[in-house]
C-alpha cells in the first residue's frame, strides 16, 4: 500500500529522517552507553528506558524511510478557484447549519483535533475540485452521508507549519 505525499510532506520527512540521525541516535546512544556502565543490567531501569527511546527512534527512522519508498508523489498545485490540497475551506454543514473552517492536507498530516483533514477522507475527497459556493455531497461507507456548502476558500501553501504526524 502507498499513501499520497506531496513533495513537501517527502521533504519534511527526510528532514526528520537527517534530524533523528545525526542528533536523536547519537544521544540516544550515549544514554544507552551511560546507563549500560552502572552495573546490572537485568535491574536497571535507566538501562531498559534508554534502549526503549534508542528503539523508538530507530523504529520511526524506518517508519518514515518506508512511507518515502512506497510513497505516490501528488502534486499540491490546483486551480486558483478550487480546493485542493493545503488549502483552507470554510463550509456549511447543511443539515445542521454549523460553519467550520478545514484545511486539506495529506494523511501523513492529518489531525482532525486541529481541523486538518486528509485528501483521502470522506469530507477531504468530496471538497477537492469544487469552487467557492457549491455543493459537495459527502458519503460516509454507504451507510451515511451529508452535504456541505463552501463558503470561503483560501489557498495555503505547504510551507505554513504544519508537521508530520506520530504513529
Request: hydrophobic share 30%; no cysteine.
Amino acid at each position: 500500500m502507498y499513501h499520497e505525499l506531496t513533495p513537501g510532506d517527502i521533504k519534511k520527512m527526510r528532514e526528520e529522517i537527517e534530524y533523528r540521525k545525526l542528533v536523536v541516535r547519537p544521544k540516544a546512544l550515549e544514554e544507552v552507553k551511560t546507563a549500560r556502565a552502572h552495573g546490572d543490567l537485568s535491574e536497571n531501569f535507566e538501562y531498559h528506558a534508554a534502549k526503549k527511546v534508542k528503539n523508538q527512534n530507530e523504529s520511526r527512522i524506518r517508519y518514515l524511510e518506508r512511507m518515502i519508498n512506497n510513497a505516490k508523489i501528488i502534486e499540491d498545485t490546483s486551480a486558483q478557484d478550487e480546493v485542493g490540497i493545503n488549502n483552507t475551506v470554510t463550509v456549511e454543514f447543511l443539515d445542521e447549519g454549523s460553519v467550520e473552517t478545514f484545511r486539506i492536507v495529506t494523511t501523513v498530516r492529518g489531525n482532525s483535533l486541529e481541523n486538518l483533514i486528509s485528501n483521502e477522507s470522506p469530507l477531504g475527497k468530496a471538497l477537492l475540485g469544487k469552487k467557492e459556493g457549491q455543493t459537495a455531497h459527502v458519503r460516509i461507507d454507504g451507510t451515511a452521508d451529508y452535504d456541505v456548502k463552501i463558503l470561503k476558500l483560501e489557498k495555503t501553501t505547504d510551507e505554513e507549519g504544519d508537521k508530520l504526524r506520530e504513529f
